[in-house]
Protein backbone atom coordinates (compact mmCIF):
# COMPACT_ATOMS: atom_id res chain seq x y z
CA UNK A 1 0.00 0.00 0.00
CA UNK A 2 1.20 3.38 -1.07
CA UNK A 3 1.63 5.84 1.72
CA UNK A 4 -1.52 8.45 1.95
CA UNK A 5 -0.51 12.12 2.20
CA UNK A 6 -1.69 15.42 3.36
CA UNK A 7 -0.81 18.99 1.72
CA UNK A 8 -2.05 22.35 2.72
CA UNK A 9 -3.09 24.34 -0.07
CA UNK A 10 -1.35 27.13 -1.55
CA UNK A 11 -3.38 29.96 -1.04
CA UNK A 12 -2.56 33.49 -2.18
CA UNK A 13 -1.87 35.90 0.70
CA UNK A 14 -2.07 33.44 3.08
CA UNK A 15 0.62 30.76 3.02
CA UNK A 16 3.27 33.09 2.79
CA UNK A 17 6.58 31.66 4.96
CA UNK A 18 4.96 32.86 8.04
CA UNK A 19 2.49 31.23 7.53
CA UNK A 20 4.28 28.14 6.30
CA UNK A 21 6.67 28.16 9.46
CA UNK A 22 3.23 27.95 11.78
CA UNK A 23 2.15 24.98 10.14
CA UNK A 24 5.24 23.30 10.10
CA UNK A 25 5.48 23.48 14.26
CA UNK A 26 2.13 21.52 13.80
CA UNK A 27 3.18 18.46 11.67
CA UNK A 28 6.34 16.95 10.42
CA UNK A 29 5.02 15.44 7.52
CA UNK A 30 2.40 17.35 6.07
CA UNK A 31 3.24 19.02 2.71
CA UNK A 32 3.28 22.84 2.62
CA UNK A 33 2.84 24.78 -0.35
CA UNK A 34 3.93 28.71 -1.64
CA UNK A 35 0.93 31.40 -2.89
CA UNK A 36 0.85 30.55 -6.49
CA UNK A 37 3.99 33.39 -7.92
CA UNK A 38 4.05 33.71 -11.36
CA UNK A 39 6.57 33.20 -13.71
CA UNK A 40 7.44 36.90 -14.72
CA UNK A 41 7.82 37.37 -10.97
CA UNK A 42 10.37 34.40 -10.13
CA UNK A 43 12.12 35.87 -13.01
CA UNK A 44 12.32 39.19 -13.41
CA UNK A 45 10.87 39.80 -9.32
CA UNK A 46 12.43 40.12 -5.82
CA UNK A 47 13.75 36.81 -5.53
CA UNK A 48 14.26 36.79 -1.70
CA UNK A 49 11.49 38.53 -0.82
CA UNK A 50 8.93 36.31 -3.21
CA UNK A 51 11.19 33.20 -2.88
CA UNK A 52 12.99 33.07 0.32
CA UNK A 53 11.70 30.19 2.96
CA UNK A 54 12.86 28.91 6.16
CA UNK A 55 15.11 25.39 6.15
CA UNK A 56 12.41 24.44 9.13
CA UNK A 57 9.77 24.42 6.22
CA UNK A 58 10.95 21.46 4.41
CA UNK A 59 9.20 19.74 2.98
CA UNK A 60 7.69 22.68 1.00
CA UNK A 61 6.30 23.02 -2.75
CA UNK A 62 6.47 26.24 -4.71
CA UNK A 63 3.40 26.87 -7.09
CA UNK A 64 4.46 28.50 -10.45
CA UNK A 65 1.71 30.11 -12.79
CA UNK A 66 2.36 30.85 -16.58
CA UNK A 67 1.85 29.31 -19.73
CA UNK A 68 4.77 29.76 -21.46
CA UNK A 69 7.59 26.32 -20.97
CA UNK A 70 10.50 28.00 -21.58
CA UNK A 71 9.73 31.03 -19.03
CA UNK A 72 8.51 28.26 -16.49
CA UNK A 73 11.29 25.92 -16.96
CA UNK A 74 13.14 28.82 -16.02
CA UNK A 75 11.49 29.84 -13.36
CA UNK A 76 11.23 25.91 -11.98
CA UNK A 77 14.99 26.62 -11.96
CA UNK A 78 15.42 29.17 -10.42
CA UNK A 79 12.99 27.57 -7.52
CA UNK A 80 15.10 24.77 -7.42
CA UNK A 81 18.01 26.63 -6.57
CA UNK A 82 16.06 28.22 -4.28
CA UNK A 83 15.96 24.91 -2.32
CA UNK A 84 12.11 23.86 -3.02
CA UNK A 85 11.22 20.01 -2.81
CA UNK A 86 8.29 20.27 -5.44
CA UNK A 87 7.64 22.81 -8.74
CA UNK A 88 3.77 22.96 -8.71
CA UNK A 89 1.85 24.27 -11.78
CA UNK A 90 -1.40 25.95 -10.88
CA UNK A 91 -4.24 24.98 -13.68
CA UNK A 92 -6.60 26.17 -11.47
CA UNK A 93 -6.84 29.74 -10.75
CA UNK A 94 -9.84 31.40 -12.30
CA UNK A 95 -8.87 35.09 -11.15
CA UNK A 96 -9.28 37.40 -14.43
CA UNK A 97 -5.95 38.62 -14.02
CA UNK A 98 -4.48 35.21 -14.65
CA UNK A 99 -7.13 34.74 -17.75
CA UNK A 100 -5.67 37.50 -19.34
CA UNK A 101 -1.97 35.83 -18.77
CA UNK A 102 -3.65 32.67 -20.06
CA UNK A 103 -2.97 30.62 -17.29
CA UNK A 104 -5.02 28.88 -14.36
CA UNK A 105 -7.81 27.30 -14.47
CA UNK A 106 -8.33 28.31 -18.05
CA UNK A 107 -5.09 25.82 -19.00
CA UNK A 108 -8.08 23.12 -18.65
CA UNK A 109 -8.79 24.03 -22.18
CA UNK A 110 -5.18 23.42 -23.78
CA UNK A 111 -3.92 20.73 -22.48
CA UNK A 112 -1.42 19.88 -24.87
CA UNK A 113 0.05 23.45 -23.61
CA UNK A 114 0.16 21.81 -20.45
CA UNK A 115 1.50 19.19 -21.16
CA UNK A 116 4.50 20.88 -22.94
CA UNK A 117 5.14 22.88 -19.56
CA UNK A 118 5.17 19.82 -17.78
CA UNK A 119 7.73 18.56 -19.82
CA UNK A 120 9.57 21.77 -20.20
CA UNK A 121 10.02 21.59 -16.58
CA UNK A 122 11.00 17.96 -16.11
CA UNK A 123 13.62 18.23 -18.28
CA UNK A 124 15.15 20.92 -16.62
CA UNK A 125 14.76 19.89 -12.80
CA UNK A 126 15.32 16.76 -10.63
CA UNK A 127 12.90 17.78 -8.65
CA UNK A 128 8.61 16.06 -8.43
CA UNK A 129 7.24 18.02 -10.91
CA UNK A 130 3.02 18.39 -10.02
CA UNK A 131 0.00 19.77 -11.35
CA UNK A 132 -2.69 21.05 -9.72
CA UNK A 133 -5.82 21.21 -11.44
CA UNK A 134 -10.08 21.62 -11.51
CA UNK A 135 -12.21 18.97 -12.91
CA UNK A 136 -13.05 21.17 -15.83
CA UNK A 137 -14.28 24.59 -16.62
CA UNK A 138 -17.67 26.43 -17.38
CA UNK A 139 -19.19 23.55 -20.00
CA UNK A 140 -16.73 21.23 -20.63
CA UNK A 141 -17.27 18.03 -20.06
CA UNK A 142 -15.88 16.62 -16.87
CA UNK A 143 -15.08 13.24 -18.16
CA UNK A 144 -13.13 14.49 -21.40
CA UNK A 145 -11.75 17.23 -19.58
CA UNK A 146 -9.69 15.80 -16.62
CA UNK A 147 -8.96 12.36 -18.74
CA UNK A 148 -7.40 14.72 -21.50
CA UNK A 149 -5.76 16.91 -18.97
CA UNK A 150 -4.59 13.94 -17.24
CA UNK A 151 -3.34 12.29 -20.36
CA UNK A 152 -0.86 15.12 -21.49
CA UNK A 153 0.56 15.70 -18.16
CA UNK A 154 1.04 11.98 -17.47
CA UNK A 155 2.47 11.30 -21.01
CA UNK A 156 4.81 14.59 -19.71
CA UNK A 157 6.07 12.78 -16.85
CA UNK A 158 4.19 14.54 -14.18
CA UNK A 159 4.79 13.00 -10.77
CA UNK A 160 1.45 13.72 -9.11
CA UNK A 161 -2.20 15.06 -9.82
CA UNK A 162 -3.87 17.31 -6.96
CA UNK A 163 -7.79 17.89 -8.22
CA UNK A 164 -9.93 20.47 -6.66
CA UNK A 165 -13.12 18.62 -7.46
CA UNK A 166 -15.22 21.30 -8.73
CA UNK A 167 -15.69 22.74 -12.17
CA UNK A 168 -14.01 26.73 -12.48
CA UNK A 169 -16.69 29.23 -14.06
CA UNK A 170 -14.50 31.13 -15.94
CA UNK A 171 -17.04 34.46 -16.88
CA UNK A 172 -19.16 35.52 -14.01
CA UNK A 173 -18.17 33.91 -10.65
CA UNK A 174 -15.04 35.65 -8.64
CA UNK A 175 -12.45 33.58 -7.37
CA UNK A 176 -13.92 33.50 -3.62
CA UNK A 177 -17.36 32.44 -5.41
CA UNK A 178 -15.42 29.96 -7.91
CA UNK A 179 -13.92 28.45 -4.37
CA UNK A 180 -18.09 27.52 -3.33
CA UNK A 181 -20.71 27.83 -5.96
CA UNK A 182 -19.77 25.08 -8.76
CA UNK A 183 -20.80 22.11 -7.05
CA UNK A 184 -18.10 19.84 -5.62
CA UNK A 185 -17.88 16.42 -7.58
CA UNK A 186 -15.74 13.80 -5.35
CA UNK A 187 -16.79 10.82 -7.54
CA UNK A 188 -14.96 11.98 -10.35
CA UNK A 189 -11.78 12.24 -8.84
CA UNK A 190 -11.98 8.61 -7.41
CA UNK A 191 -12.83 7.75 -11.00
CA UNK A 192 -9.72 9.03 -12.26
CA UNK A 193 -7.81 7.30 -9.69
CA UNK A 194 -9.89 4.35 -10.72
CA UNK A 195 -8.38 4.57 -14.50
CA UNK A 196 -4.75 5.43 -12.88
CA UNK A 197 -3.69 3.45 -10.43
CA UNK A 198 -0.54 4.57 -11.17
CA UNK A 199 0.03 8.06 -10.85
CA UNK A 200 -0.65 9.81 -7.32
CA UNK A 201 -3.66 12.15 -6.83
CA UNK A 202 -4.70 14.02 -4.44
CA UNK A 203 -8.49 15.37 -4.25
CA UNK A 204 -9.04 18.96 -2.69
CA UNK A 205 -12.17 21.06 -2.00
CA UNK A 206 -14.93 21.21 1.16
CA UNK A 207 -12.74 19.00 3.33
CA UNK A 208 -13.53 19.35 6.68
CA UNK A 209 -12.90 16.67 9.27
CA UNK A 210 -10.76 13.57 10.17
CA UNK A 211 -13.88 11.43 9.50
CA UNK A 212 -14.12 12.80 5.10
CA UNK A 213 -10.33 12.57 5.31
CA UNK A 214 -10.50 8.91 5.63
CA UNK A 215 -13.27 8.04 3.60
CA UNK A 216 -11.52 9.75 0.78
CA UNK A 217 -8.46 8.10 1.30
CA UNK A 218 -10.08 4.72 0.62
CA UNK A 219 -10.32 6.35 -2.81
CA UNK A 220 -7.33 8.09 -3.67
CA UNK A 221 -3.69 9.10 -2.19
CA UNK A 222 -3.63 12.58 -1.09
CA UNK A 223 -5.71 15.08 0.39
CA UNK A 224 -5.09 18.87 -0.27
CA UNK A 225 -7.08 21.00 2.99
CA UNK A 226 -7.06 25.17 2.60
CA UNK A 227 -9.72 27.22 3.89
CA UNK A 228 -10.04 24.84 7.45
CA UNK A 229 -5.94 24.13 7.49
CA UNK A 230 -5.59 27.87 7.56
CA UNK A 231 -8.64 29.07 9.98
CA UNK A 232 -8.65 26.24 12.31
CA UNK A 233 -4.89 24.94 12.39
CA UNK A 234 -5.01 22.63 14.92
CA UNK A 235 -6.22 20.18 12.48
CA UNK A 236 -2.50 19.74 11.51
CA UNK A 237 -1.25 18.44 15.01
CA UNK A 238 -3.28 15.36 14.26
CA UNK A 239 -1.56 14.68 10.66
CA UNK A 240 1.17 13.17 11.88
CA UNK A 241 -0.36 10.56 13.98
CA UNK A 242 -3.95 9.67 11.57
CA UNK A 243 -1.45 9.03 8.85
CA UNK A 244 1.91 8.35 10.05
CA UNK A 245 1.23 6.64 13.15
CA UNK A 246 4.00 9.26 14.32
CA UNK A 247 3.40 11.58 17.79
CA UNK A 248 2.81 14.92 16.42
CA UNK A 249 5.96 17.33 17.77
CA UNK A 250 3.77 19.83 19.57
CA UNK A 251 0.57 18.72 21.62
CA UNK A 252 -1.70 21.45 21.40
CA UNK A 253 -2.23 25.42 20.57
CA UNK A 254 -0.08 26.61 23.29
CA UNK A 255 2.79 24.36 22.92
CA UNK A 256 2.27 25.38 18.81
CA UNK A 257 2.56 29.13 20.05
CA UNK A 258 5.77 27.88 22.53
CA UNK A 259 7.38 25.85 19.24
CA UNK A 260 7.07 28.93 16.69
CA UNK A 261 8.14 31.65 19.19
CA UNK A 262 12.23 31.30 18.22
CA UNK A 263 10.86 31.82 14.75
CA UNK A 264 8.72 34.73 15.58
CA UNK A 265 11.53 36.33 17.83
CA UNK A 266 14.06 35.84 14.64
CA UNK A 267 11.40 37.46 12.51
CA UNK A 268 11.16 40.28 14.89
CA UNK A 269 15.20 40.88 15.32
CA UNK A 270 14.87 41.02 11.20
CA UNK A 271 12.63 43.84 11.54
CA UNK A 272 9.23 41.88 10.70
CA UNK A 273 6.10 43.17 12.25
CA UNK A 274 4.32 41.05 14.63
CA UNK A 275 1.13 41.25 12.50
CA UNK A 276 2.10 39.67 9.47
CA UNK A 277 3.00 37.03 11.52
CA UNK A 278 0.03 36.75 14.08
CA UNK A 279 -2.62 37.12 11.45
CA UNK A 280 -2.06 33.67 10.25
CA UNK A 281 -2.69 32.49 13.91
CA UNK A 282 -6.22 33.93 14.65
CA UNK A 283 -7.60 30.83 13.91
CA UNK A 284 -5.76 28.97 16.70
CA UNK A 285 -8.36 27.71 19.74
CA UNK A 286 -11.02 28.32 17.33
CA UNK A 287 -14.30 26.89 19.55
CA UNK A 288 -12.25 27.36 22.90
CA UNK A 289 -12.71 29.32 25.55
CA UNK A 290 -11.15 32.26 25.38
CA UNK A 291 -10.94 32.07 21.65
CA UNK A 292 -12.56 35.48 20.77
CA UNK A 293 -10.50 37.37 23.47
CA UNK A 294 -7.30 35.81 22.18
CA UNK A 295 -8.37 37.31 18.71
CA UNK A 296 -9.50 40.48 19.44
CA UNK A 297 -6.06 41.24 21.35
CA UNK A 298 -3.90 40.13 18.60
CA UNK A 299 -6.18 42.08 16.29
CA UNK A 300 -5.43 45.38 18.15
CA UNK A 301 -2.37 44.94 19.87
CA UNK A 302 0.13 43.50 17.07
CA UNK A 303 -0.37 46.20 15.07
CA UNK A 304 1.11 48.83 17.51
CA UNK A 305 4.45 49.82 16.82
CA UNK A 306 6.37 47.99 19.56
CA UNK A 307 4.20 44.43 19.53
CA UNK A 308 6.39 41.54 20.61
CA UNK A 309 6.50 38.44 21.90
CA UNK A 310 5.02 39.41 25.01
CA UNK A 311 2.06 41.03 22.80
CA UNK A 312 1.31 36.97 21.63
CA UNK A 313 1.74 35.79 24.99
CA UNK A 314 -0.89 37.87 26.58
CA UNK A 315 -3.67 36.65 23.91
CA UNK A 316 -2.53 33.73 24.93
CA UNK A 317 -3.49 34.16 28.51
CA UNK A 318 -6.97 35.06 27.42
CA UNK A 319 -7.40 31.35 26.56
CA UNK A 320 -5.35 29.66 29.18
CA UNK A 321 -7.14 31.66 31.99
CA UNK A 322 -10.14 30.45 30.51
CA UNK A 323 -9.05 26.87 30.45
CA UNK A 324 -7.61 26.94 34.09
CA UNK A 325 -11.31 28.51 35.60
CA UNK A 326 -13.35 25.70 37.55
CA UNK A 327 -15.85 23.85 35.60
CA UNK A 328 -19.55 24.43 37.84
C1 LIG B 1 -7.42 32.95 0.06
C2 LIG B 1 -7.25 31.84 -0.95
C3 LIG B 1 -6.25 31.93 -1.89
C4 LIG B 1 -6.04 30.91 -2.83
N1 LIG B 1 -4.98 30.98 -3.68
C5 LIG B 1 -4.68 29.91 -4.47
C6 LIG B 1 -3.47 29.85 -5.23
O1 LIG B 1 -2.63 30.76 -5.19
N2 LIG B 1 -3.27 28.76 -6.02
C7 LIG B 1 -4.17 27.72 -6.07
O2 LIG B 1 -3.93 26.73 -6.77
N3 LIG B 1 -5.30 27.75 -5.37
C8 LIG B 1 -5.57 28.80 -4.55
N4 LIG B 1 -6.68 28.77 -3.76
C9 LIG B 1 -7.57 27.60 -3.80
C10 LIG B 1 -7.13 26.58 -2.77
O3 LIG B 1 -5.83 26.10 -3.03
C11 LIG B 1 -8.12 25.38 -2.73
O4 LIG B 1 -8.10 24.75 -3.99
C12 LIG B 1 -9.55 25.83 -2.44
O5 LIG B 1 -9.58 26.75 -1.35
C13 LIG B 1 -10.45 24.62 -2.11
O6 LIG B 1 -9.96 23.92 -0.99
P1 LIG B 1 -10.64 24.11 0.47
O7 LIG B 1 -12.11 23.92 0.30
O8 LIG B 1 -9.99 23.05 1.33
O9 LIG B 1 -10.32 25.50 0.91
C14 LIG B 1 -6.90 29.78 -2.82
C15 LIG B 1 -7.91 29.70 -1.86
C16 LIG B 1 -8.08 30.69 -0.92
C17 LIG B 1 -9.16 30.56 0.14
Known amino acids: MTQKFFTVAPMMDWTDRHCRAFHRVMSRRARLYTEMVTTGAVIFGPRERLLGFSDAEHPVAVQLGGSNPAELAQAAKICADFGYDEINLNVGCPSDRVQNGR ?4 L ?26 RIGVD ?17 AGSDELTVHARKAWL ?37 KTWAEIHQH ?21 SVDGELYGEEPPVADGFE ?4 YEPYIA ?16 LGLFTGQPGA ?37
Open 108 to 133: MQEPLLVGECVAAMKATVSLPVTVKC
Open 256 to 259: AVEA
Open 171 to 207: QGLSPKENRDIPPLDYPRVYRLKAARPDLPIAINGGI
Open 217 to 237: LKHVDGVMLGRVAYHEPEILL
Open 266 to 281: EQLEKGERLSNITRHM
Open 103 to 106: FGAC
Open 292 to 328: RAYRRHLATEATKPGANLNTLRDAVAHVRVKQLEPVE
Open 139 to 155: DQDTEEALNRLTECVVA
